[in-house]
């Protein structure tokens, strides 16, 4: 079955950085687009984040847009989350998720992805 497993998250100061990665197992890595979501206490889970099947393409929340960027290692079932110049905002759990759509304009919707990861949380403090 698919497995997605998040690590990195943490405690960090505002201003600082943490890099977050999902490894992925069992289906072949490379057909699926991935996603980084994230949910802080009381609110709706919020999209961060996606990068197409190859990796050409990445799309990002305007809240992240230019502090977070989003790669993927295909040949390390791997993707992964930069985040730079972290806020108290960007406090919540960071999920990934994997999808088959391809459509760009779908990318940023929680319904489209069909395997989630546990969630790893990250915490920024002021």
């Known amino acids: 079955q698919v497995q997605l497993v998040e690590s990195g998250g943490g405690l960090v100061q505002a201003g600082g950085s943490l890099r977050l990665s999902c490894a992925a197992s069992?289906?072949?890595?490379?057909?699926?687009?991935m996603g980084w979501f994230r949910q802080a206490p009381g609110k709706e889970r919020e999209f961060v984040a996606a990068i197409s099947r190859s990796g050409i393409s990445t799309y990002y929340s305007d809240s992240v847009k230019g502090r977070f960027t989003i790669s993927r290692d295909n040949a390390k079932n791997a993707v992964y989350l930069q985040m730079n110049s972290l806020k108290p905002e960007d406090t919540a759990v960071y999920y990934c998720?994997?999808?088959?759509?391809?459509?760009?304009?779908?990318?940023?919707?929680?319904?489209?992805?069909?395997?989630w990861g546990q969630g790893t949380q990250v915490t920024v403090s002021s």
């Open positions: 998720a994997q999808t088959g759509v391809r459509e760009p304009r779908f990318v940023k919707l929680p319904g489209a992805y069909d395997y």
């Open positions: 069992g289906r072949t890595f490379s057909n699926f687009a």
